[in-house]
């Protein structure tokens, strides 16, 4: 196996949906001949051609909207959202639209799209490029909210997002993409949608995350083994829907619990793993469950956002209150 | 040479950029009010023959029987949302008479006629009114494919989902196109504007139809935009564009025809403004005209209405009269009497139904719904 950066394994993933199936279209702002602005479409249209690999417009509505006309014609269209803080532009076609196309037929058409989109801070991007909106697009039926967390999974789900019939809200990890890299099986593989993974084995206390907040997490649980505790990080890889058998799985291995998410609190995803415990596992749970989230302010200006972010040492005394609770 | 100090002198004439707007749109006529042909040269260029003008009448007809019992089953509570059509026969049915069922129709949600003369049964068109499942399934009675996308409530978003079936149909190398309906409120819409942009860029497919019935609810046409000619916004995006007498039959069609030609020969899309009225309230659930219109502008609309004038016409050559406008008409309500039968006669829609059919692989969560409202019957 090679060790490939997360970019590059969302690369290789299209690469592959490419060369699979000449119905898979990819398009967007700037995605073409400029491979677009973090280059996860570098060298594409040049193999595929401008017919299968193209820009668009810049307007987010009239992307979300090509896709869904692309479906009637067969295409399994691949659409970037440049930003996914740039979102709100295109959310009738995703949430109005896309999410409820299968159920608004009686099951007569099938929306086979993928929404692919950089999220999250730690660049310092102007305003707007950074947020953590998956908590928006989680509370939509019909829809899949898919946040790999290393560039194995990045490459296995994103390919899994492509095969599927449901629309997928596939969300990439801006500071990730070049900051993380790991081994990558070679060739075609599909990692499968709504399971999470434990990306880390413990038994004293369980770390539930998604997306930028793993990393966060596994570096928490290392700092942690040095005191003896033993953390087991779960990652929830798509969280929507949630894998409730997996959360379970730890709850009652570990019967503790601390939630991470880059997310403001108030946003979402820790919430629904909390409410989910609560409601099935409540029993299994030896102390309350913590939290770890960003401030309930509207995302921060650059030169605020080290101090804004969570970090591993957060993780660490929440998980310590956790811990020492009796 | 370039006159440098006249040409400065044209930029800066805002006065005239203004003024220049009331002569960029002449409206496309052929058949005037009362039925007289204006233009022999346009019929001509029709090509419709006895046949199809009769098509188009029944068509029409069929549409204004649509509204007429539709409302009135409205009103005694057994129908559901409803929005009245008539006097937009012209630019609903004899426009889309121009296509073919390869085509794919984009409608609003006024343009339930058009799906319906694509093959939809009229039974689920009364079931998409009163809110059944089975009224969002576009096939025809014996279960073939209608292209055609369900009447779309957001206002403008079936313009950019067009596009794309515009880009679709030209990568396929398609002989069809898409044809998309909005109203005079829809091209103030963001979507309006990026569909025919899109289209327009990628040289797509698609014929772009706005309805300018004078009204969005209660607002007036004037205070949606400063453009004097809602034609003027595919100029924008670079395609031809054009106004056309919305309640004529024969320029609707003519219209609709050329910008087919034109759009399926790889030129890219054509936008065409319709200019009709809506005699009626904007829909059944309690709209009063009387509050933002007077009378006299309905009345004086009705003059207009376009099957007054294509029954003069088609009487006129004598291929159409009083007595087989009567035997249509009661064929029409024979029909949508049996069409209310089987509206009235489909299964109850079943919760489980809608969790299963909201992805095509459920969640743990979902299951367990599934499980829980199969169990109880819903």
């Known amino acids: ?326 | 040479m370039v006159d440098i100090v006249d040409t400065n002198k044209k930029a800066l004439d805002f006065d005239n950029q203004i003024a220049a707007q009331d002569d960029t749109f002449p409206m496309l006529s052929v058949l005037a009010a009362d039925g007289a042909i204006v233009d022999e040269t346009a019929v001509k260029r029709a090509e419709l023959d006895d046949d199809d003008l009769i098509n188009i009448m029944k068509r029409m007809l069929l549409s204004r029987q649509l509204d007429i019992r539709s409302t009135k089953l409205a009103k005694q509570g057994r129908f559901g949302f409803f929005a009245p059509t008539a006097g937009q026969e012209a630019s609903q049915m004899a426009s889309s008479y121009a296509f073919n069922d390869d085509d794919w129709l984009m409608p609003g949600y006024r343009d339930i006629p058009q799906i319906i003369v694509k093959g939809w049964p009229i039974w689920k068109a009364i079931l998409w009114s009163r809110g059944h499942v089975l009224g969002n399934v576009f096939t025809t009675a014996d279960d073939k494919p209608v292209n055609s996308w369900m009447p779309q409530i957001i206002i403008g978003a079936q313009y950019v989902e067009a596009a794309g079936i515009a880009l679709g149909l030209k990568k396929r190398q398609k002989d069809a196109v898409v044809y998309a309906y909005t109203g005079d409120g829809g091209t103030s819409q963001g979507d309006f504007y990026e569909g025919i942009n899109f289209a327009g860029a990628y040289q797509a497919n698609a014929v772009f139809f706005v309805q300018n019935n004078g009204y969005a609810i209660s607002t007036p046409r004037r205070l949606q935009t400063a453009a004097k000619h809602l034609a003027a916004k595919g100029w924008a995006a670079g395609i031809p564009s054009l106004v056309v007498d919305g309640n004529d039959p024969i320029a609707m069609y003519l219209a609709a025809k050329e910008a087919r030609t034109w759009a399926t020969s790889g030129k890219g899309p054509v936008l065409i403004e319709a200019i009709t009225d809506r005699l009626e309230p904007h829909s059944t659930a309690g709209d009063d005209p009387l509050r933002y219109r007077t009378q006299d502008d309905i009345d004086a609309w009705w003059q207009k209405e376009p099957l007054i004038r294509m029954r003069k016409y088609i009487t006129t050559k004598g291929i159409w009269d009083q007595e087989k406008e009567d035997a249509y008409i009661a064929e029409v309500n024979t029909l949508i009497d049996e069409q209310i039968k089987i509206a009235d006669n489909v299964p109850k829609q079943k919760i489980s139904d809608f969790v299963k059919n909201t992805l095509e692989v459920p969640s743990y969560a979902m299951s367990e719904q599934i499980k829980r409202f199969e169990s109880e019957g819903k």
């Open chain 1, 1 to 326: 196996m090679a060790t490939k950066s997360y970019i590059d394994a969302v690369r290789e993933a299209m690469d592959l949906a490419l060369e699979k199936d000449n119905d898979v279209l990819i398009f967007g702002e700037d995605v073409g001949k400029n491979g677009g602005v973090f280059r996860a479409t570098d060298g594409l249209q040049a193999k595929y051609g401008e017919d299968r690999v193209f820009n668009t417009p810049l307007a987010e509505s009239g992307i979300g909207g090509l896709a869904i006309g692309l479906t009637t014609q067969n295409y399994r269209p691949v659409m970037e959202i440049q930003f996914f803080g740039f979102v709100f532009e295109v959310m009738d076609s995703i949430a109005g639209q896309m999410a409820r196309n299968r159920f608004r037929f009686n099951g007569t058409r099938q929306m086979p799209i993928v929404v692919r989109a950089p999220y999250g801070g730690g660049t310092k991007t102007p305003e707007m490029h950074a947020d953590n909106l998956e908590g928006m697009v989680s509370q939509i039926p019909g829809i899949r909210v898919v946040m790999p967390a290393n560039p194995a999974d990045a490459k296995g789900l994103l390919l899994s997002a492509i095969d599927s019939n449901d629309p997928v809200v596939f969300l990439e990890n801006l500071h990730l993409y070049r900051s993380l890299k790991g081994e990558v099986p070679e060739g075609y593989y599909t990692t499968p949608l709504d399971k999470a993974a434990v990306a880390r084995e413990g038994s004293d206390v369980s770390i539930i995350s998604y997306g930028g907040g793993v990393p966060v997490a596994l570096k928490a649980a290392e700092t942690l083994a040095k005191s003896n505790i033993s953390a087991e990080v779960l990652d929830l890889r798509t969280v929507s829907p949630l894998d409730i058998e997996s959360i379970g799985a730890t709850v009652a291995k570990t019967g503790r619990v601390v939630v991470v998410q880059e997310a403001q609190r108030m946003a979402g995803i820790g919430a629904n793993v909390m409410s989910e415990i609560s409601e099935r596992f409540i029993l299994n749970l030896k102390a309350p469950i913590g939290r770890v989230a960003a401030p309930d302010s509207v995302y921060p200006f650059g030169q605020a956002e080290n101090d804004w972010m969570i970090k591993a040492d957060d993780v660490v005394a929440k998980v310590m209150e956790v811990v020492n609770y009796d």
